[in-house]
């Protein structure tokens, strides 16, 4: 996880060697045993990089952490970084968690109703001030993921997002919004995990953007998703 806060660049877990200062869990994969270099395994451990100096900062963090895991997608709202899904060995999860920038305390979100399957290299992006817009990613049985979803921070709930997507998964590919609530999803992979994707796909969250209809992108694949 990467979040841009005040100046600061916010990393969290991931999968890699064991730190030499290590402040949190590590959890070894033991089928990196014996293969060339040190073990390698998943870690729940906070860094800050902060722009000002270029200088680390090992974060202590107080509350409830979210398990070790790679693989994870967050997105920055406020004073707060979102956390959802990721991988643990050979499971994907669906656990929501922030972290609040200020205090550096992590909170377990409990969603009401429906909840998105677990996933990993999935994209989740601010849309507004209260959304969370959620696509993508690869499910513990294998399977690419062309789902979308919208988070409401207010009223703690998934919401399906229905677009004409369904049917064109992507997976390892990366996403970012406009000021007007478009996101912008681009690269990463489809059904082959070995193949790039170039097309460049736009969702646009919210019916006042219909007006937006023309775009000139040259040399990529553009779809145009309207609620």
């Not at 895991?69 to 499971?91: E, I, K, L, P, T």
């Amino acid at each position: 996880m990467a979040l841009y806060s005040s100046s600061r660049i916010i990393f969290f877990g991931g999968y890699g060697y064991y730190p030499e200062d290590s402040i949190g869990t590590f959890e070894y994969d033991e089928t990196s045993f014996g293969n060339a270099g040190l073990p390698r395994g998943w870690n729940n451990h906070v860094h800050a990089l902060h722009l000002h100096n270029l200088t680390w900062h090992r974060v202590v963090t107080t509350g409830k952490s979210p398990s070790p895991r790679a693989a994870h997608a967050c997105a920055a709202v406020g004073n707060r970084g979102y956390m959802f899904g990721g991988r643990y060995r050979d499971s994907r999860m669906n656990d929501l968690y922030y972290l609040n920038f200020d205090t550096w305390e992590w909170h377990e979100v409990i969603p009401q109703g429906v909840i998105p399957a677990g996933r990993s290299w999935h994209s989740l992006t601010q849309a507004s001030q209260d959304t969370l817009f959620l696509f993508g990613g690869f499910t513990t049985d294998k399977q690419p993921l062309s789902d979308t979803w919208l988070y409401s921070i207010k009223t703690n709930e998934w919401i399906p997002f229905q677009s004409c997507h369904v049917g064109k998964p992507r997976l390892w590919h990366t996403a970012c919004a406009s000021k007007e609530g478009e996101i912008f999803v681009f690269g990463g992979c489809a059904n082959n995990l070995l193949a790039h994707h170039k097309a460049v796909t736009i969702f646009v969250v919210y019916s006042h953007l219909i007006r937006k209809l023309c775009f000139f992108i040259c040399g990529v694949s553009v779809w145009i998703i309207i609620l």
